[in-house]
């Protein structure tokens, strides 16, 4: 594989990568919104959040089946067009039914993308030889950030959904069309030596399991921002509708930030130190948030939040990857299942607890959970049993 072929895909994940963070924050960070145009009340809230991540994982799992056949650089092609199709039809509908089908949708092809994109990160990883995966994640805050930005202008302008997700669907599906043909899938090699998926069955849960609880607690901690922080500033720290679009803008400038450093923190310091000190910041985060007099420092906490979560989730991909070398697009895409169990758990668990405690308590939850993720850090460093001796010889290559 040629340098510039490296190059050339990685610079077209990062593409994937912020297109994905534009579209998700358009979503999320425009629910009320959402729950107005389709009549979806409260108490029906909770439901219609929770079926997104259910379908994703069902996607999720279903993509390791198809990625093994044509490769996961093929689902990602048609993944994220639609994707932002569905982004598209959540604003022009009416009606629940139509709310179901196209946030079902949305959910679906997420499911698809997510695993698809984080398995040719780890595949470009293992072909650069150092820790690139940060920087993916990187580009998809800095599409969170720009997904956000457009959301504000939407609600300040008092814009239909519709009339807001329009250009931005215009200009990115021609670009995600255009990326698609550079994409590079690192592990290809690695999948046909090792022919099948059978190294992550029988003991593969069981070295994956630590992971599967550090992704579940950090998505938990991950939806209640993307899910609760708007409603959390406008209902208990008493915001307009236009300043609670803002504590999910502030997260992902922080987790851009966390991201964009956290690559040479990783070389550095190694993955386990990293992440334990992202848990202690998230947890720190959430506790500022749940004692907030006020909706500005609400907002502090929840900016402390971002530079926390950032680390944690490209890390367990990454760490996945080492654990299986040679069968890593499987193990991504089941260890990325528990990205949806998080935001399955965590967007209920958050509105069950507020509404029969308060949403301050609530936000106590996920802070004892995301501390939980300093016991298993340790499996940040695992090498599986005989594998190159207990140390990873990637093909390390001078491409920037």
Not at 70 to 96: E, I, M
Not at 136 to 155: D, E, P, Q, R
Not at 208 to 232: E, H, Q, R
Request: net charge positive; charged share 10%; with cysteine.
């Amino acid at each position: 594989m040629t340098d510039a072929r490296l190059r050339h895909g990685r610079g077209s994940l990062a593409v994937s990568f912020f297109i994905q963070g534009v579209a998700f924050a358009l979503l999320v960070t425009r629910i009320p919104a959402v729950q107005d145009r389709y009549g979806i009340s409260d108490g029906l809230l909770p439901a219609f959040l929770a079926a997104v991540p259910v379908l994703a994982g069902v996607s999720s799992v279903l993509t390791e089946k198809l990625a093994a056949r044509v490769g996961p650089a093929a689902v990602l092609r048609w993944a994220q067009p639609v994707v932002l199709l569905a982004l598209l039809a959540v604003g022009a509908g009416s009606g629940l039914w139509l709310a179901a089908l196209t946030l079902g949708l949305f959910g679906l092809a997420v499911g698809a993308l997510d695993a698809s994109m984080n398995m040719l990160g780890v595949g470009l990883q293992r072909a650069y030889g150092r820790s690139i995966m940060l920087g993916f994640h990187a580009t998809y805050s800095l599409g969170g950030i720009a997904g956000a930005s457009l959301a504000w202008v939407g609600a300040h302008w008092h814009l239909s959904l519709f009339t807001s997700y329009l250009p931005v669907v215009a200009v990115l599906l021609p670009a995600a069309l255009i990326a698609g043909r550079w994409y590079v899938d690192g592990t290809a090699e690695k999948r046909a030596e090792a022919g099948s998926a059978t190294s992550v069955q029988g003991v593969a849960f069981r070295m994956l399991l630590p992971l599967c609880l550090v992704m579940t607690f950090a998505y938990i901690g991950d939806s209640t921002v993307s899910n609760w922080s708007a409603k959390y500033l406008q209902d208990v720290l008493h915001s307009s509708e236009e300043l609670a679009t803002v504590p999910y803008n502030a997260y992902m400038v922080t987790t851009l930030l966390g991201r964009s450093v956290g690559d040479l923190g990783v070389r550095r310091f190694g993955a386990a130190l990293v992440v334990r000190c992202g848990a202690v910041l998230a947890a720190l985060g959430f506790a500022v948030v749940a004692a907030a007099p006020g909706a500005w420092t609400g907002m502090a906490g929840f900016t402390i939040l971002g530079l926390g979560l950032s680390v944690i989730v490209p890390q367990t991909f990454a760490a996945a990857g080492r654990l299986f070398p040679g069968t890593s697009d499987a193990a991504v895409a089941r260890l990325n299942v528990f990205n949806y169990v998080g935001f399955l758990v965590g967007s209920p668990l958050v509105g069950a607890l507020g509404d029969a405690w308060t949403y301050r308590g609530a936000m106590l939850v996920p802070m004892v959970l995301v501390l939980v993720t300093v016991v298993y850090a340790t499996s940040f460093g695992a090498r599986p049993a005989g594998y190159g001796g207990g140390h990873e010889q990637p093909r390390t290559v001078d491409v920037g």
